[in-house]
């Protein structure tokens, strides 16, 4: 449910990627806390998708999850790790409860299909799948205020749209379509016609041109947040840029493939380092 692999991480812990995970150019002192969080999120996540537990079972756990950060149960290890860094930090658990509620909404929809009826219910699904994160990485920083949230929320929600488009076929395989469906319907489509694009392997011409305005929609809401990258500590600063950067060059691959992510998913490779170097620069610049 989660963007783009932005950065790479320099510890054993794997695939979320919504934020960096104790890259490089977080600070040391800060690096335990993003680690902890990057494991909540990971067992979170895993109890929303993996295995074969039913939706109530998935939806228990999390609820479980949840009573625990409110102090309602014993800690369980992962939250217990947790809970050292947020009050060493006095982080709020608020952004936790918020992600939680996304990954209850996943899990209740596991066997139905999720799907978002128009714009405004897939935003409200971002503001809690991906704009905690950011929220709570700027707040490790000492950034968090009201101008650079609306930055912050502005790049977390632009990714996680990318990362939609991105993974459209394999959403769908997953039982999950995140076009909204009054968007779908305006430009001719159902689900049926999302299901045959998936099955054959190549998208038509119709649900290229609706997958080519979501991808601009989102890079344009990434391009507006990336003001943030003047307005935080030069190492974070630094971070940003690369993170939209990476962002950017996703859409430039999905323009390249003709906005087609079933015949080829894009992803970046050591070959897109010379891209993701240019984008990250311009990241750093003020919008004309």
């Given at each position: 449910?989660?963007?783009?692999?932005l950065?790479?991480?320099l510890?054993?812990?794997?695939?979320?990627?919504?934020?960096?995970?104790?890259?490089?150019?977080?600070?040391?002192?800060?690096?335990?806390?993003?680690?902890?969080?990057?494991?909540f999120?990971?067992?979170?996540?895993?109890?929303?998708?993996?295995?074969?537990?039913?939706?109530?079972r998935?939806?228990?756990?999390?609820?479980?999850?949840?009573?625990?950060?409110?102090?309602?149960?014993?800690?369980?290890?992962?939250?217990?790790?947790?809970?050292?860094h947020?009050?060493?930090?006095?982080?709020?658990?608020?952004?936790?409860?918020?992600?939680?509620?996304a990954?209850?909404?996943?899990?209740?929809?596991?066997?139905?299909?999720?799907?978002?009826?128009?714009?405004?219910?897939?935003?409200?699904?971002?503001?809690?799948?991906?704009?905690?994160i950011g929220?709570?990485?700027?707040?490790?920083?000492?950034?968090w205020?009201?101008?650079?949230?609306?930055?912050?929320?502005?790049?977390c929600?632009?990714?996680?749209?990318?990362?939609?488009?991105?993974?459209?076929?394999?959403d769908w395989?997953?039982?999950?379509?995140?076009?909204?469906?009054?968007?779908?319907?305006?430009?001719?489509?159902?689900?049926?016609?999302?299901?045959?694009?998936?099955?054959?392997?190549?998208?038509?011409?119709?649900?290229?041109?609706?997958?080519?305005?979501?991808?601009?929609?989102?890079?344009?809401?990434?391009?507006?947040g990336?003001?943030?990258?003047?307005?935080v500590?030069?190492?974070?600063?630094?971070?940003?840029?690369?993170?939209?950067?990476?962002?950017?060059?996703?859409a430039?691959?999905?323009?390249?493939?003709?906005?087609?992510?079933?015949?080829?998913?894009?992803?970046?490779?050591?070959?897109d380092?010379?891209?993701?170097?240019?984008?990250?620069?311009?990241?750093?610049?003020?919008?004309?």
């Amino acid at each position: 449910m989660n963007p783009s692999a932005l950065a790479r991480p320099l510890t054993s812990v794997e695939h979320y990627e919504n934020f960096p995970v104790a890259s490089i150019l977080v600070p040391a002192r800060l690096r335990p806390a993003v680690i902890a969080l990057y494991r909540f999120a990971r067992h979170a996540d895993d109890l929303a998708d993996e295995g074969d537990a039913s939706a109530e079972r998935r939806v228990a756990a999390l609820e479980a999850l949840g009573a625990e950060l409110r102090g309602e149960s014993p800690d369980s290890p992962v939250v217990a790790r947790l809970r050292a860094h947020w009050v060493a930090h006095a982080l709020p658990y608020e952004p936790l409860h918020a992600l939680l509620s996304a990954f209850v909404q996943d899990a209740q929809t596991s066997a139905t299909g999720l799907r978002h009826a128009d714009r405004a219910s897939l935003l409200d699904y971002c503001a809690r799948s991906a704009n905690p994160i950011g929220e709570l990485m700027l707040r490790l920083f000492g950034a968090w205020n009201p101008q650079t949230r609306s930055a912050s929320d502005a790049i977390c929600t632009a990714l996680q749209l990318l990362n939609f488009v991105q993974d459209f076929g394999i959403d769908w395989r997953r039982g999950r379509l995140y076009i909204p469906l009054d968007e779908l319907h305006a430009a001719g489509l159902d689900e049926d016609d999302v299901a045959r694009a998936v099955s054959s392997g190549r998208v038509d011409a119709r649900l290229s041109a609706l997958l080519a305005r979501q991808t601009e929609a989102a890079t344009r809401l990434l391009c507006s947040g990336s003001t943030l990258v003047r307005h935080v500590p030069w190492r974070l600063g630094l971070e940003l840029r690369a993170i939209v950067g990476g962002g950017l060059r996703i859409a430039e691959r999905l323009r390249a493939s003709g906005y087609d992510p079933v015949a080829s998913r894009p992803s970046l490779g050591w070959r897109d380092a010379p891209a993701l170097a240019r984008l990250a620069l311009a990241a750093s610049r003020p919008l004309p």
